[in-house]
């Protein structure tokens, strides 16, 4: 089938507004397999947005030649509410102004209500059982009724992907590397993805707390295996990513080309589209506990200092940065000193280097769970 471009429209939440999102069909809608990839949840990440635009050039490519195989739905601005938040001539796209939620929480997690219509429709067949689970996440997700324009886009979103066997969420960090996110359950079954984008870092999460979108795609499935046990075979089928395409200001059409290049090496792999992928690169990181990431927490407040660059292995004990207060009477006192409490690799610092009292400056990935934490696993 041709592809196809749609626009859905998204409820009014204001008189006189109206806002859509704006989505690529490529194959037999139900076609398997299915992929779904989307880019600009959190608005203010524009890398994946430029990835999506050059993903979106070579599928079409792709589709003129007959090449597409299974089903892709490629979503290149997945939050025009986001998109419309300037404040004071600045994007703000992480969280919504109006309601004070992270754009990328609180997506729906419908296992309890999908059960009790599961339990007649389940049996010995493991094909039959996932057709049945993903029939009933759609079912779970038409019977919401969302209360305002936030929760339609995520409900949106969530119906688009849900029933999709491969479900990549493009993001980025502030100052970082190319990294990403995913359960350990899907681990190491993702990790020609993160071979094939060239992942400095992994990290691993069997459930974040947060109900990001790529979890609430992806943990049904464990999930329901959990809640049945043994009683029926369900294996996880849908394999799910947030994919951080390094930080904020890395927005260059030859990164973005060379990572859509790398999506679409991927979908060739997984049976998406026709053609030879290539071989998997090595793998660059060995994959790492979400619980060890050290994020450093400045006690004062204070310019940002850092001693370290992104991508520097540190050992545990090392100063990372110095928090600067330049009001010191004596510069010999202004100095804070931030030290790492793991070995690892520096990942993710700040754009922004004044930093207030309380902030994370610095994450460092490390390969043990990380005791007396004081942060969520995912950060707002
Ligand atoms: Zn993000």
Redesign the pocket.
């Known amino acids: 089938m041709a592809k196809t471009v749609v626009a859905l429209p998204l409820p009014s939440q204001h008189l006189g507004t109206a806002r859509t999102i704006t989505v690529h069909r490529y194959g037999n809608p139900a076609g398997r397999p299915k992929a779904y990839i989307q880019a600009g949840?959190?608005a203010d990440?524009i890398p994946g947005m430029l990835t999506a635009h050059h993903l979106i050039a070579r599928l079409d490519e792709a589709d003129r030649q007959g090449a597409i195989k299974g089903a892709i739905v490629v979503v290149p601005v997945a939050n025009p509410i986001g998109l419309d938040q300037y404040v004071a001539g600045r994007l703000y796209g992480r969280s919504s102004l109006e309601h004070g939620q992270n754009f990328?929480r609180g997506f729906a997690d419908l296992v309890n209500s999908i059960v009790p219509r599961l339990e007649e429709r389940l049996g010995s067949d493991a094909a039959g059982n996932v057709a049945a689970i993903r029939s009933a996440l759609l079912d779970g997700l038409a019977d919401l009724h969302p209360s305002n324009d936030l929760h339609e886009l995520r409900r949106t979103l969530l119906t688009m992907a849900i029933d999709a066997d491969f479900v990549l969420d493009l993001?980025?960090d502030l100052e970082s590397l190319m990294h990403m996110y995913t359960s350990d359950e899907l681990w190491p079954e993702a990790a020609d993805l993160a071979s094939q984008l060239g992942c400095r870092v992994v990290m691993l999460a069997g459930d974040s707390g947060g109900d990001p979108f790529d979890e609430a795609c992806s943990m049904a499935w464990w999930k329901l295996r959990n809640h049945f046990g043994d009683r029926f075979p369900i294996p996880n089928a849908c394999l799910s990513a947030t994919i951080e395409l390094r930080g904020k200001s890395d927005v260059e059409d030859g990164s973005a080309a060379s990572d859509a290049d790398n999506l679409f090496r991927f979908l060739q792999r997984r049976g998406l589209v026709a053609g030879h992928p290539g071989p998997v690169p090595p793998l660059r990181c060995a994959a790492t506990p979400l619980s060890g990431v050290d994020r450093l927490i400045t006690p004062v407040p204070g310019i940002l200092a850092y001693r370290r660059q992104i991508g520097d292995l540190v050992q545990a004990g090392e100063v990372i940065a110095d928090i600067v207060d330049p009001t010191a009477e004596d510069p010999r006192t202004a100095r804070t000193p931030l030290t790492t409490r793991t070995s690892g690799i520096l990942w993710s610092r700040n754009q922004t280097k004044m930093a207030v009292a309380g902030e994370s400056v610095a994450a460092i990935a490390g390969a043990e769970p990380l005791s007396g934490r004081k942060w969520s696993l995912l950060v707002d």
């Open positions: 949840l959190h990440e990328n993001h980025c």
